[in-house]
């Protein structure tokens, strides 16, 4: 099985700042990596897949990128809305497993 | 639009069992292969199942095999996922989650999750 792992697990940051959040596979995955956010009480919301490509409707502020076993999310620019869970998931195989997710919080 | 309707849960003791179903409607359910993920309280997602489109393929996350079994009617554009012998660490919202292109493990669109509770 194909473990994902994210840091950091908590990231505290300021409106207007750029974020990134990393993702690891356990096993190389070329690009098939998603990005999903979700805020409490909600499902998950796709923001990026195969690595790089932007989910139609996502801001341009969210990027991704990387291939192999590392990949990152970035925010260029934080937004209030953007408060939230972050979720990577390889979907090289069947089993689509998701990192343990990274909580962002806006200071 | 595309819909994905979870129902079936609830509160059920150890070792009992319960059966989730997740309607579709909005678009060609049969062209799609679904999962099921879930989510313990205050936890991150767990991905638990897939099946095919046709439904001859199937697979389980290590924590639910031989205990849940995936299943799918496509001509009443339904899910199901039968859960046996149910433990504690099974207790969370549990989601179906549609594929984006057929044959490939991402998710566009998901269900509003139904909430398991296993306890006695």
């Known amino acids: 099985d194909i473990q994902m792992t994210q840091s950091p697990s908590t990231l505290s940051a300021s409106v207007g700042d750029r974020v990134t959040i990393t993702c690891r596979a356990s096993?190389?995955?070329?690009?098939?990596l998603a990005w999903y956010q979700q805020k409490p009480g909600k499902a998950p919301k796709l923001l990026i897949y195969?690595?790089?490509s932007l989910e139609s409707g996502v801001p341009s502020r969210f990027s991704g990128s990387g291939s192999g076993t590392e990949f990152t999310l970035t925010i260029s620019s934080l937004q209030p809305d953007d408060s939230a869970t972050y979720y990577c998931?390889?979907?090289?195989?069947?089993?689509?497993?998701f990192g343990q997710g990274t909580k962002l919080e806006i200071k | 639009q595309v819909q994905l309707v979870e129902s079936g849960g609830g509160v059920v003791q150890p070792g009992g069992s319960l059966r989730l179903s997740c309607a579709a409607s909005?678009?060609?359910?049969?062209?799609?292969?679904m999962h099921w993920v879930r989510q313990a309280p205050g936890k991150g997602l767990e991905w638990v199942a897939v099946?095919?489109?046709?439904?001859?393929?199937?697979y389980y996350a290590d924590s639910v095999k031989g205990r849940f079994t995936v299943s799918r009617d496509n001509s009443k554009d339904t899910l199901y996922l039968q859960m046996n012998s149910l433990k504690a660490e099974d207790t969370a919202v549990y989601y179906c989650?549609?594929?984006?292109?057929?044959?490939?493990?991402?998710?566009?669109?998901w269900g509003q999750g139904t909430l398991v509770t296993v306890s006695s």
């Open positions: 195969k690595a790089s």
């Open positions: 909005g678009f060609t359910f049969s062209s799609y292969g």
């Open positions: 998931q390889q979907y090289n195989s069947h089993e689509g497993s």
């Open positions: 989650a549609k594929v984006v292109v057929a044959g490939t493990h991402y998710f566009d669109y």
């Open positions: 099946i095919s489109t046709d439904g001859s393929h199937k």
């Open positions: 096993q190389s995955i070329s690009s098939w």
